[in-house]
């Protein structure tokens, strides 16, 4: 991939402000191989980053006016800090202030700053861009303010940014993959202790393939909080059986099962509904954990098998999929050596990774490119775990 050599970020940055930069951060994007759904039920996800990514250029300023020009979408934005973007600036800037703003009350210190947002990583594409914009965004102004933080908090920090300043009730599985990947390895994250395990992902038999629906989501737009209540609405039905439980990730399958067979939940489509929900959110723990056993086994069909259950589970218990990624991810599943495919991400769009054998990989790129097929969609990516974000000489 094209990395940004450090001349180039610092020829980019002096071209668009007139003034040397004085420091840079990179953070990815990321595709969770397994684990969706699961993080805000204080669940299991295993992400990679990958290597395509955003980086922030940045040099310090003495009056509190944050501008920012986003490379991508050749916009320039300013906003002071006390007072944050107009009310109908782009979403994007958003993201930038929920972060300045939030580690300004972290480290007083931090003042204005000119930034430059540049990159490689597809904006909107259920790559987690807003992760990775967040991510570099965080990152950089730390080495403006003199500062360092652990990178647990600052991803519970960019987490927050969404949440309070972009009104996407996520979890927390975006900001780590972004800050936290190891290249080579998969995250396999609790999101309850928040404790994380590197499990080596060696892809030298196996590709993984991003492939984009074009459709796509918005996470703001109220299904995936619609989602998030339901969790929650399902957990109350469940304590029936599981008294104890503090979330999802406390029930098991078959207390699920056995609350569905009740006669008084079976004629209500409602409840129904809602243990839909909570067998996808319990059996995608148990997957989760699985796949990352599998990773550590190297048991690739394994693996694949879990990301098509996955994908099914998503689809019909959870229905976050749509026409387009369902009919991506059969196709797929019907190519030669494809080992298993998922939709990833929040879904409702976005994009598809599919687990394949290296000799088929190039033929099925060449495939899925081809643009006199009809139902051929996108460009492919092939990805590789990248690590995560760092900062970057200049
Ligand atoms: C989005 C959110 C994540 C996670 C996924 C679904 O990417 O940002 O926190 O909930 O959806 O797994």
Known sequence: MARMSPSA?????????GRPAARAARAPGRVNLIGEHTDYNDGFVLPIAIEQSLWAVAAPRHDDALRVYSDALRDLQTWTL???PHADAPRWTRYVHGVATLL???????DGADLLITGDLPLGGGLSSSAALEGCTALVLCGLAGCELPLEELAAICRSAEHEFA?????LMDQYASLLSRQGCALLLDCRSRRFEHVPCRLDQHALLVVDSGVRHELASGEYAARRRECGEALKLLRRACPRAAALRDVAPADVARCAADESLRRDAGAMRLLARARHVVTENERTLAAAAAL???????LGRLMSASHASLRDDYQVSCAQLDALVERLERCPGVLGARMTGGGFGGCVVALVEVPHAQGLVAQLNCGGDPAAPRPVLRVVPAGGAERCAL
């Open 9 to 17: 970020l610092r020829s980019a940055f002096v071209a668009r402000y």
């Open 82 to 84: 006390a007072d944050g």
């Open 104 to 110: 300004r009350r972290r480290m007083p210190s931090l």
């Open 167 to 171: 009104g996407v009730p996520c979890g």
């Open 296 to 302: 550590r086994a190297e048991d690739w069909p394994e």
